[in-house]
């Protein structure tokens, strides 16, 4: 049954992958901290620090994750278009990495930042896939 949904399973792994690469980076830049507290972020940091950008980017993953991914899901339980499941996947998936490495790379308090476009990619991929799932629900 899932066959047919191969390139968005492995869109959805590489979300997920990107998930687990960010919590890996920011675990290691907070240790790296001379002071620390396991599990705690200064709240003194800001974007001018790498150990605060890393923090958010995974934080920030970990908020829309689940909004995208759930619907993504329940598309292929639905029997939706694969190619149009397929886009939105792959689209979510590399806004997401292109916000991460902005988020990493960019110090900026400014908004919209470099990394805001992707971020309104991402969003509009997850509107994507809850209407493609309504859609198939309903159709």
């Known amino acids: 049954m899932f066959a047919v949904y191969t390139y968005s399973i492995a869109g959805l792994l590489v979300i997920s992958l990107t998930v687990f690469v960010q919590n890996i980076v920011a675990a290691v830049a907070h240790r790296k901290q001379s002071h620390y507290i396991p599990g705690k972020v200064s709240?003194?940091?800001?974007?001018?620090?790498?150990?605060f950008?890393?923090?958010?980017?995974?934080?920030?993953?970990?908020?829309?994750?689940?909004?995208?991914?759930?619907?993504?899901?329940?598309?292929?339980?639905?029997?939706?278009?694969?190619?149009?499941l397929a886009i939105l996947v792959w689209a979510f998936a590399v806004s997401r990495i292109i916000h991460m490495a902005l988020y990493y790379a960019v110090a900026t308090e400014k908004n919209p930042s470099p990394r805001s476009y992707f971020y309104m990619i991402g969003a509009l991929c997850t509107l994507g896939v809850y209407?493609?799932?309504?859609i198939n629900l309903f159709i």
Do not use: W
Request: net charge negative; glycine share 4%.
């Open 43 to 51: 709240e003194e940091l800001s974007h001018d620090s790498f150990v």
């Open 53 to 84: 950008r890393s923090h958010r980017t995974f934080h920030n993953s970990l908020e829309n994750i689940h909004q995208f991914a759930l619907p993504a899901l329940l598309c292929m339980f639905l029997g939706a278009q694969t190619d149009v």
């Open 131 to 134: 209407g493609l799932a309504f």
